[in-house]
């Protein structure tokens, strides 16, 4: 029931309200006011509603429960569009969930996993090794790969991709180090660090700090794409705009970050440490 407990609350004080309003109409002779009879429907009513919207959110729900548990749990879901994840070079999911810090590390299927990932509850989805490559859905920072890079002595990369802000960034890091950077915001390159690679020279991107005056000249520009992030992914690690297509791999585990407040307190316990 936790899941409602903000309707739980509004009923609550509802149903009090319409107490209260009732309880001064008993060992009353007289009629009640009209107006405190308007204002306990009114009540009533509200409280109503709030019975209908639980009612309705329980039925989603159990729906939406049938349907994941009608899916196959170690069947690969593919993911890429308008996400950032995270790609380790690791055999060890377990590993790779302790590397970046996750808590409360579970194991759960892709189906569920990946629905829990993306309900923005700051917990991600992670994969199953494939190919060699352990990813993180949803995932986001360059800071993470760069510590887990040198935590786990291997190789980490980032991508980001959202059509509709116009945002595409792939990054590579190798033992701590960022070999290669791109971050693009619209059509121009606003983060590029290190040398273009073969992909990148294959696909012909012109990834330019600023576009040329004439609009002739903007026309002919090979800007990135969506599409672009996940050939590049393809490249360097494993692209999962193709998991549905590989057979079953088993389950995988989710985890949720930490919290600031959770980060402050490992900070601390790490300085005392140091100082006994």
């Given at each position: 029931?936790a899941r409602?407990?903000?309707?739980?609350a509004a009923?609550?004080?509802l149903l009090?309200?319409a107490g209260?309003i009732?309880a001064?109409?008993?060992g009353?002779e007289e009629?009640p006011?009209?107006?405190?009879?308007?204002?306990?429907?009114?009540?009533?009513?509200?409280?109503?509603?709030?019975?209908?919207t639980?009612?309705t959110?329980?039925?989603?729900q159990?729906?939406?429960?049938?349907?994941?548990?009608?899916l196959?749990?170690?069947?690969?879901i593919?993911?890429?569009?308008?996400?950032?994840?995270l790609?380790?070079r690791?055999?060890?999911?377990?590993a790779?969930?302790?590397?970046?810090?996750l808590l409360?590390v579970e194991?759960i299927?892709?189906p569920?996993?990946?629905?829990?990932?993306?309900?923005g509850?700051?917990?991600?989805?992670?994969?199953?090794p494939?190919?060699?490559w352990?990813?993180?859905h949803?995932?986001?920072?360059?800071e993470h790969?760069v510590?887990?890079?040198?935590?786990?002595?291997?190789?980490?990369?980032?991508?980001?991709?959202e059509?509709?802000g116009?945002?595409?960034a792939?990054r590579?890091?190798?033992?701590g180090?960022?070999?290669?950077?791109?971050?693009?915001d619209?059509?121009t390159?606003?983060?590029q660090?290190g040398?273009?690679?073969?992909?990148?020279?294959e696909?012909?991107?012109?990834?330019?700090?600023?576009?040329?005056?004439?609009?002739?000249?903007?026309?002919?520009?090979?800007?990135?794409g969506?599409?672009d992030?996940?050939?590049?992914a393809e490249?360097w690690s494993?692209?999962?705009?193709?998991f549905?297509?590989?057979?079953?791999i088993?389950?995988?585990?989710?985890?949720?970050?930490?919290?600031?407040?959770?980060?402050?307190a490992?900070?601390a316990?790490?300085?005392e440490?140091?100082?006994t």
């Amino acid at each position: 029931m936790a899941r409602y407990g903000k309707e739980l609350a509004a009923l609550g004080i509802l149903l009090v309200m319409a107490g209260m309003i009732a309880a001064t109409f008993v060992g009353r002779e007289e009629d009640p006011r009209p107006e405190a009879t308007v204002v306990l429907l009114l009540i009533l009513g509200a409280a109503g509603f709030v019975l209908a919207t639980m009612a309705t959110r329980l039925f989603r729900q159990r729906a939406l429960d049938r349907w994941l548990d009608a899916l196959p749990a170690d069947q690969p879901i593919s993911f890429g569009f308008r996400t950032a994840w995270l790609a380790v070079r690791s055999d060890d999911s377990a590993a790779v969930a302790r590397a970046f810090g996750l808590l409360d590390v579970e194991e759960i299927g892709w189906p569920r996993g990946m629905h829990r990932a993306a309900a923005g509850l700051a917990v991600s989805f992670v994969t199953p090794p494939i190919d060699g490559w352990v990813l993180l859905h949803p995932a986001w920072g360059i800071e993470h790969a760069v510590r887990v890079s040198r935590t786990l002595g291997t190789e980490v990369c980032a991508f980001e991709s959202e059509r509709i802000g116009g945002w595409y960034a792939w990054r590579r890091v190798d033992r701590g180090e960022v070999v290669r950077e791109v971050a693009v915001d619209q059509v121009t390159v606003v983060e590029q660090h290190g040398e273009r690679t073969a992909v990148e020279d294959e696909l012909g991107l012109d990834l330019l700090e600023s576009l040329p005056e004439d609009e002739a000249s903007r026309e002919k520009l090979r800007v990135p794409g969506e599409g672009d992030v996940l050939t590049i992914a393809e490249a360097w690690s494993v692209n999962p705009y193709t998991f549905e297509k590989r057979p079953p791999i088993g389950a995988g585990l989710i985890g949720r970050w930490p919290t600031d407040t959770e980060l402050a307190a490992d900070a601390a316990d790490a300085v005392e440490e140091k100082m006994t």
